[in-house]
């Protein structure tokens, strides 16, 4: 299926930023008090986001970039094409390495951009990311 939407436009990422920073609302970090949205662009058009979910059993925790690419492929999706996160810091974050390997089994080309509560934007794609990455492919 053709994307919908090109990952590089940098409007879209503006908007999809926009949409994970909404999401980090709906944070669960009662232990952490760090609020983290995401926001998945899927390669029909659609856009998934969600946010982090805190356990008092802390290792239970569930990141907000897995959340939404769960959702997305909950949704019936199986190619993303790009990941956006907002974190509450005055620069961008990567996302962590658990979330990497996820990102990258829907979306070995997928783009990454992270914003924050300061005016910082970063963007990645998820090979730079997580070069070499096992996968899909792999097995
Ligand atoms: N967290 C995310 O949701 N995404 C990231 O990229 C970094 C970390 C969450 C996990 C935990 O709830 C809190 O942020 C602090 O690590």
Known sequence: MKPCAEPDDPARLD???AQARVASRQ?????SRFHVGAAVLADDGRVFTAANVENA??????????????AAVFAGVRKIVAVAIHT??????????????????????AVVVS???GDGR???????????????KDL
């Open 122 to 136: 970063h963007r990645w794609t998820i090979d730079e990311l997580l070069p070499g990455a096992f996968g899909p």
């Open 57 to 70: 059993s802390y290792g239970l925790t569930s990141c907000a970039e897995r959340n939404a690419v769960f």
């Open 88 to 109: 509450p810091t005055a620069e961008p974050v990567s996302p962590c390495g658990a979330c990497r390997q996820v990102i990258h089994e829907f979306g070995s080309k």
């Open 115 to 117: 914003g924050c509560d």
């Open 27 to 31: 944070a669960y970090a009662p232990y």
């Open 15 to 17: 908007a999809l930023l």
